[in-house]
């Protein structure tokens, strides 16, 4: 089964499966074993380090700039690229950690060049600098074939060509260039997807969808810069026309390579472009309701085509892989009776195969069959992102025309708009996900809610802080009555947001620590959540079916509180750095953290005497981020994702976890001396820890 955790929140929502069970199923079939969580450690902690060591050599080329000679400069920028060159071509590391290795020495390419450029004064444009970058890592990408080394090369290349039309090319517009990056870009999608499917192992849906919301990104933003230049030779017009039929063929491609990511993001670009340039072409109140009616009207027929194409499909890839097992046993039944001189009994391919097709997707109870049936009319993460996509814009479109008609000029007019949004939302709310009208009600909820905090501000004139407890509250009654997994982790972070932003005090009075202590209770509920799991979702069915909302719903917002603390100037500089446990501050979410850590241990590790010197390496580990505060949060959701196998909060953790630490450094009030040996210092340190992790995984015969 492809997702087991759904599949058991779905059983205890239906109060089909003991705590015991439901906690013996969760370690066997969700949670990793001893060799994941090695590995993971060790990945982490050569990528951690290997960043580390790169940005402290920049930050110390970049403080000895005037004090060092031009070969000295080159010899440092040059064992960026040479010393993670090098050690991929050696037997040190394993075959991912390699391509990783290169991707770095790809990045690190491009301040080399940039050091040169500076030494030389060759007076080379951006153009130049970007190419040559280009041309270098061009036969790394091809060699390596790794996603993250070929997005640094796709970016690169199309900075090249921005740079050559805004540079080299005069007279041309922006939209002109985006277009050519935009048809170029999607021929190399074409041949990277063409490559794909004849590779013994395909690319990641993920790295193929990112180029292509990309590529669809650009397609977009080239006809909406063209709306801007209305030139006399009317050459906008055939560039508008050729974006779009680029668009077209290639939802053509996306439904011949049955590629549903690719036919979301292009049919997201073309209602969008289609959109903008209705509204280009008359900026009046009958456009604007023309495009309102348009982009829903495209939305709906979209989704519902795709969720179609989706589940022929499916139907298609079931029969041939039906008709595979039933060929694969009749052969096996011939090889059976031709060794015992029996007669062969040849299966018809039109009966229904004795044999599973799967044993873990075969049914085998009427839960089963329905959890099956669910999962197979929901809709792919594309069809879910176009949809919840085509209801924003279209309530976009809505209240544009309600504001251009006078209706929101008014409080009063705002206030009620906003109470009849969220009662149609909440009444469209049907819990399917990705329907369209399940977008709607997403949108509905989400602007009425809006409204109502814009009307009641300006018409009874409460304060700030007693309208975002209001809407705190709010969110958590409409939480108890949604239906659609999407709505209900948006009411839990809108309920999170009115609570830290109704603690905050502008003022700086008393209550100016409570926003801190907000994030930290946040970081703390979130570690009981996800670690009694098995009591939560065991004691009631309303909590099994919002288990997993409230779990998204709340990394999202310790994420964002710990953003939010920082930017509204509640961490100094000072107390980071010199009292890294002066109460009440983050870093003590990293004593759940080393809780996890030990839960592992205790796991995998029955012997209690390798306990306390493992929980010690791992506290050495944390211990430099009692430094960076913000950071614990990020560590905090690493952690409990891994715990139980969950992606999305693995990518949330670690995209918070590098912005939170290159804003802490980048912060630090040292001198940029400093600053370079603690970077190359702490990049050191994980890598040594990367070779004690190493060292135990080659001892336990797991990595070789």
């Known amino acids: 089964m492809r997702n087991y955790h759904k599949y058991l929140l779905f059983l205890a929502a239906r109060k089909e499966i003991d705590a015991p069970t439901y906690a013996q199923r ?27 060591l790169a940005c402290g050599l920049i930050f110390l080329l970049a403080f000895n700039w005037d004090a060092l000679s031009k070969w000295q400069k080159l010899t440092i920028a040059a064992l960026g690229v040479a010393t993670p060159t090098l050690l991929a071509l050696t037997n040190l590391f394993s075959a991912g950690n390699r391509k990783i290795l290169m991707t770095v020495a790809a990045f690190m390419v491009g301040g080399l060049f940039a050091v ?122 055939i560039i508008r026309f050729a974006i779009l039929i680029v668009i077209v063929l290639a939802l053509v491609v996306g439904k011949a390579y049955r590629w549903l990511g690719l036919m979301a993001s292009m049919a997201l670009s073309l209602i969008v472009s289609i959109a903008v340039l209705i509204v ?29 194409l989706r589940k022929y499909w499916r ?46 997707d075969s049914p085998s109870s009427a839960l089963e069959t329905e959890y099956h049936q669910l999962e197979r009319e929901k809709p792919s993460i594309g069809l879910q992102l176009l949809s919840l996509a085509g209801g924003l814009l279209a309530m976009v479109a809505i209240i544009a025309f309600l504001a251009l008609a006078g ?66 509250v709010m969110c958590l009654v409409l939480l108890s009555i949604a239906k659609s997994s999407v709505l209900r982790v948006l009411l839990v972070t809108g309920m999170h947001a009115g609570f830290l932003i109704g603690t905050f005090d502008p003022d700086g009075g008393a209550l100016q620590y409570l926003p ?7 970081g703390m509920f979130l570690a009981a959540w996800m670690l009694l799991e098995v009591r939560i979702v065991n004691a009631s069915p309303w909590l099994a079916r919002r288990y997993g909302a409230i779990r998204t719903g709340t990394m999202v917002s310790l994420i964002a509180g710990a953003i939010f603390v920082r930017w509204v100037g509640l961490f100094s500089s000072y107390e980071q750095f010199y009292y890294p446990f002066g109460f009440p501050t983050l870093e003590w979410l990293l004593l759940p953290a080393l809780y996890v850590a030990y839960l592992v241990l205790k796991r995998h590790w029955p012997d209690p005497n390798q306990w306390i010197p493992y929980l010690l390496g791992v506290g050495l580990l944390f211990l430099p981020f009692t430094f960076a505060p913000a950071a614990a ?54 890598l040594i820890g990367y070779a004690v992790v190493r060292k135990k995984l080659a001892t336990d015969e797991i990595l070789h």
């Open 26 to 52: 969760l370690q066997e079939n969700v949670e990793p074993n001893a060799r994941a969580w090695q590995r993971f450690t060790a990945t982490g902690l050569l990528a951690f380090g290997l960043g580390l």
């Open 116 to 237: 040169y450029g500076q030494i030389y004064q060759t007076g080379a444009d951006a153009f130049e600098y970007f190419l040559a970058w280009t041309w270098f890592i061009t036969i790394w990408a091809i060699v390596v074939d790794f996603p993250a080394l070929w997005l640094i090369w796709l970016a690169a290349f199309n900075f090249t060509l921005y740079f050559y039309g805004e540079q080299m090319l005069n007279g041309w517009r922006t939209y002109e260039m985006l277009s050519i990056q935009f048809v170029l870009s999607a021929l190399i999608l074409l041949g990277l997807a063409t490559w794909s499917r004849k590779r013994s192992k395909p690319y990641p849906r993920w790295f193929l969808n990112v180029i292509a919301l990309a590529v669809a990104t650009l397609g977009c933003v080239a006809i909406m810069f063209s709306t801007w230049h209305d030139d006399e030779n009317g050459r906008y017009v």
């Open 280 to 308: 280009s072409g008359s900026e009046t109140t009958e456009a604007i309701l023309i495009a309102s009616f348009w982009t829903l009207g495209a939305t709906t027929a979209t989704v519902l085509s795709l969720n179609i």
């Open 315 to 360: 139907d298609e890839e079931d029969s041939e892989l039906q008709l595979s097992n039933q060929v694969g046993a009749a052969a096996g039944a011939q090889q059976k009776a031709s060794n015992l001189d029996e007669p062969v009994v040849i299966l018809d391919p039109n009966e229904e195969p004795n044999l599973p097709l799967n044993p873990e």
């Open 407 to 472: 209706l929101l000029d008014e409080p009063e007019g705002r206030l009620a708009l906003g109470i009849l949004f969220i009662g149609v939302g909440i009444a469209m709310d049907r819990g399917k996900q990705g329907d369209f009208l399940g977008a709607l009600s997403v949108s509905g909820v989400t602007t009425g809610i809006l409204l109502f905090i814009a009307a009641w501000l300006e018409w009874s004139e409460p304060s700030f802080r007693t309208v975002m407890l209001s809407v705190a």
């Open 516 to 522: 801190r202590l907000y994030v930290l209770g946040m």
């Open 633 to 686: 949060p990020a560590i905090l959701v690493i952690m409990l994702s891994v715990k139980q196998g969950y992606r999305l909060g693995l990518m949330l953790g670690i995209a918070a976890f590098l912005y939170f630490i290159g804003q802490f450094y980048y912060d630090l009030n040292i001198s940029l001396l400093n600053k370079s040996f603690l970077l190359i210092g702490a990049g050191a340190f994980y």
